[in-house]
């Protein structure tokens, strides 16, 4: 009787020297060898056991199925053909080696399944079987065991997203570290959709521009829905807290969710040439938007009239610029007025610290009770006080908690610097508000009056316009000149 050997490898723990595929092969020719079995193929491949698909093993099946004399299927271990009982592959085998088409036999385990085996033999083979499944699955448990466990120490335990970078430390553990370069496109990006100037396709089209980064579509919607930006791995629907520098605030992550929603609700697509106010403009009579045309290499602007007649007028683009151009230039500030604020802001910051520390003392309390809260839940877990649903509803709660707090203390620690950043960006995009406006692209002055204006609208030859806070006070103020009010 001829016999085909099968060795297999699947863990790191396998391929150590005892149970090498060499080892393996070693073992079964000299089982072969003693028995007089001449060896008719050798198969070996690391592949796991556990899982329905396998490649390699179906192959070999086919490959024994097709035999027409009987043959002796030489394995070191049960384990090594299976770790699922349920697996057909096996049953088919047991099947025809109990009508004598074949023989199994485990070397290791001195089990020999043919057609004269006897009832407790084949209770000692679905034992052999059962414990072959118990070893996967126990491992499977301390591997779940194990990850959540680094989940829970903040660790990420797949390829890095884009901003992030996997490295190998000196000692061979493996860390998640920023990748600057990468890190300042994501942040643009948030920003820049965060506007809600940008259209995806816009949005593309400008990173490649200015930082040849080819995204499909799909990439970027899935990288401004990623939650890992502002400190949040999501893994199986649950979130844990993770430990590498966050690239971008909640606050900011909401905001380009909130613009996203907007997208959705009122899809506008901007075919063939971007037209400065396309999109930006709305009848003042029947509110729907205003259409941009272009006649004898001029464009102009005008309502559709869809829902009836009211004798809607064309402006020239030129035009239009030229009008929202005037509300630009209100917002100019005298530079004296503007060192006078600066100052005035100086001491208002004095007056900050205090109360600053008093929410930092609040929110740091908080956190460090939530932490221990969580430390608490996960040793009830393991020892088997609470349940694994009432586990997972009581960590996300706490967690969701955590991630608000964290939220305001950073929101705390940038707030020095926010508190001037604002106010001085304020002050500067004011003064500039008209050269920008004249100087941009299409796509900056879009975004430019979407900062400053809202309700943009036509009424007959004007374009009318509401100011946005805090830039609706400089305009009052420059009407009349009352910068000491």
């Given at each position: 009787?001829?016999?085909?050997?099968?060795?297999?490898?699947?863990?790191?723990?396998?391929?150590?020297?005892?149970?090498?595929?060499?080892?393996?092969?070693?073992?079964?020719?000299?089982?072969?060898?003693?028995?007089?079995?001449?060896?008719?193929?050798?198969?070996?491949?690391?592949?796991?056991?556990?899982?329905?698909?396998?490649?390699?093993?179906?192959?070999?099946?086919?490959?024994?199925?097709?035999?027409?004399?009987?043959?002796?299927?030489?394995?070191?271990?049960?384990?090594?053909?299976?770790?699922?009982?349920?697996?057909?592959?096996?049953?088919?085998?047991?099947?025809?080696?109990?009508?004598?088409?074949?023989?199994?036999?485990?070397?290791?385990?001195?089990?020999?399944?043919?057609?004269?085996?006897?009832?407790?033999?084949?209770?000692?083979?679905?034992?052999?079987?059962?414990?072959?499944?118990?070893?996967?699955?126990?491992?499977?448990?301390?591997?779940?065991?194990?990850?959540?466990?680094?989940?829970?120490?903040?660790?990420?335990?797949?390829?890095?997203?884009?901003?992030?970078?996997?490295?190998?430390?000196?000692?061979?553990?493996?860390?998640?570290i920023v990748e600057e370069y990468q890190a300042q496109i994501i942040k643009k990006t948030f920003e820049l959709y965060a506007t809600g100037t940008f259209s995806m396709d816009l949005l593309l089209k400008k990173l490649k521009i200015e930082h040849n980064v080819s995204w499909p579509k799909g990439t970027l919607g899935k990288i401004l829905n990623n939650p890992f930006y502002y400190?949040?791995?999501?893994?199986?629907?649950?979130?844990?807290?993770?430990?590498?520098?966050?690239?971008?605030?909640?606050?900011?992550?909401?905001?380009?969710?909130?613009?996203?929603?907007?997208?959705?609700?009122?899809?506008?697509?901007?075919?063939?040439?971007?037209?400065?106010?396309?999109?930006?403009?709305?009848?003042?009579?029947?509110?729907?938007?205003?259409?941009?045309?272009?006649?004898?290499?001029?464009?102009?602007?005008?309502?559709?009239?869809?829902?009836?007649?009211?004798?809607?007028?064309?402006l020239r683009e030129e035009t239009i610029t030229k009008q929202l151009g005037q509300v630009f230039k209100k917002m100019t500030i005298p530079t004296k007025i503007v060192d006078e604020i600066v100052e005035n802001l100086n001491t208002l910051q004095q007056d900050k610290v205090d109360f600053y520390q008093r929410d930092l003392d609040k929110f740091t309390k908080e956190q460090k009770s939530l932490t221990k809260m969580l430390d608490n839940l996960y040793l009830d877990k393991l020892k088997g006080s609470i349940t694994e649903s009432d586990y997972d509803k009581f960590y996300q709660s706490l967690h969701d908690q955590l991630i608000t707090i964290n939220s305001r203390l950073e929101q705390l620690e940038e707030s020095d610097d926010n508190y001037f950043t604002t106010a001085k960006y304020v002050l500067s995009l004011a003064n500039k508000a008209q050269e920008l406006f004249e100087s941009s692209e299409v796509d900056e002055r879009r975004q430019l009056i979407n900062l400053l204006l809202s309700n943009v609208r036509v009424e007959d030859e004007y374009v009318l316009y509401d100011v946005q806070k805090p830039f609706d006070l400089i305009v009052n103020c420059s009407d009349g000149q009352l910068w000491r009010g």
């Open positions: 009787m001829k016999a085909i050997l099968i060795a297999r490898v699947s863990t790191e723990e396998q391929k150590e020297a005892g149970n090498s595929l060499p080892a393996q092969i070693a073992r079964l020719e000299a089982y072969c060898k003693n028995k007089g079995f001449p060896i008719m193929e050798i198969c070996s491949f690391d592949e796991s056991a556990y899982y329905n698909d396998r490649t390699e093993f179906d192959r070999i099946i086919d490959f024994i199925l097709s035999q027409t004399d009987k043959i002796a299927i030489c394995c070191d271990k049960v384990d090594r053909i299976t770790r699922n009982i349920f697996d057909t592959r096996i049953s088919t085998l047991y099947e025809k080696a109990l009508k004598g088409e074949l023989e199994l036999h485990f070397v290791s385990d001195g089990q020999v399944i043919n057609s004269t085996i006897s009832a407790v033999e084949k209770f000692q083979f679905s034992i052999n079987l059962g414990l072959a499944k118990y070893y996967s699955d126990a491992i499977s448990d301390n591997v779940k065991r194990a990850q959540e466990q680094k989940l829970r120490k903040g660790e990420w335990l797949a390829k890095a997203p884009f901003g992030y970078k996997n490295i190998k430390k000196d000692d061979g553990a493996t860390d998640v400190g949040v791995m999501l893994v199986k629907g649950k979130k844990y807290s993770h430990r590498y520098p966050p690239l971008i605030s909640l606050d900011l992550f909401n905001k380009v969710q909130q613009v996203k929603e907007v997208f959705n609700k009122k899809p506008v697509k901007y075919a063939g040439k971007a037209y400065v106010y396309r999109g930006l403009l709305r009848c003042g009579h029947c509110d729907l938007s205003i259409t941009p045309e272009q006649h004898k290499g001029y464009i102009y602007y005008h309502c559709t009239q869809y829902k009836g007649k009211h004798n809607a007028k064309w």
